[in-house]
């Protein structure tokens, strides 16, 4: 499983750290040879980055299937970020109202190295089998939420973002340069809300938009998903609840722990 990541100059916790990485990104309990295939570094050195992480609690090596996946320490860890990062806590409560309120599925989501990472996912009453789940990591430049923020970014900020993306055709419509793209985020802007038109998988659409600062600063977005039978279009008439449960997310992290100097 091919995972872009330069660690070299991070020394052994950097490839402890990409090693972790691997694990976690089959999905499943995998074995030495699967992490040896695309490993960057030598078999002896993934033996003992292995060995390590095995013996510190981090991942549980089973003996009998000769697999590795993540440990109890490490779930720990990651229900403990997860618990602090505090966008996902403060919109649990949003989310389930704004699920209710359109039976679609609803999803919330940051930007994480110019990607996306959903932290938090509501099923339809009818559920449509697509890629996001909270945890996961997708694309920015063919996903409602990715556009959504990526629109609301800073010029350094979105140009080192754009930087970052692989433009890689998911569909016919998925939108495959930069300048292209820029003309998308302008639209976006000017709208207050993205659309994923089957950009990023065939069949699904979804209407986004951003949760923002007061001054502007990009937090998060939140999406509702559905499958193109009714088209993109026919999306916006989520567009009043969907602007509801940004504007409370954004509210209570105003309040709580994202205050700009200078907001009011």
Not at 108 to 116: E, K, S, T
């Amino acid at each position: 499983m091919k995972i872009e990541q330069d660690t070299s100059g991070d020394g052994t916790v950097g490839k402890a750290l990409d090693v972790l990485d691997r694990v976690a990104a089959f999905g499943r309990p995998v074995r030495f040879s699967q992490l040896l295939e695309d490993a960057p570094f030598p078999k002896a050195t993934l033996y003992r980055l292995l060995q390590t992480l095995t013996n510190q609690g981090m991942l549980r090596f089973d003996p009998e299937a000769g697999t590795y996946a993540p440990g109890m320490r490490l779930v720990r860890m990651a229900h403990a970020a997860w618990a602090a990062s505090s966008l996902a806590p403060v919109a649990r409560v949003h989310l389930d109202t704004l699920s209710r309120a359109v039976g679609e599925t609803v999803h919330l989501a940051q930007l994480d190295g110019g990607q996306v990472l959903y932290l938090d996912k509501r099923h339809a009453t009818r559920p449509v089998p697509m890629y996001s789940e909270a945890g996961k990591v997708g694309p920015a430049y063919c996903t409602g939420v990715g556009k959504a923020m990526l629109a609301y970014l800073p010029e350094a900020e979105l140009a080192a973002a754009l930087g970052q993306q692989s433009w890689h055709r998911f569909t016919p419509a998925t939108i495959t340069d930069p300048d292209t793209m820029r003309e998308e985020l302008a639209a976006i802007r000017a709208a207050g809300h993205a659309f994923d038109r089957e950009e990023h998988e065939p069949g699904i659409c979804c209407v986004a938009m951003p949760i923002l600062t007061g001054g502007g600063r990009v937090l998060g977005a939140v999406s509702v998903t559905s499958s193109s039978a009714g088209e993109p279009a026919a999306l916006t008439r989520y567009l009043p609840d969907l602007a509801r449960a940004v504007e409370r997310i954004a509210g209570e992290m105003r309040d709580w722990r994202f205050p700009d100097r200078g907001e009011s």
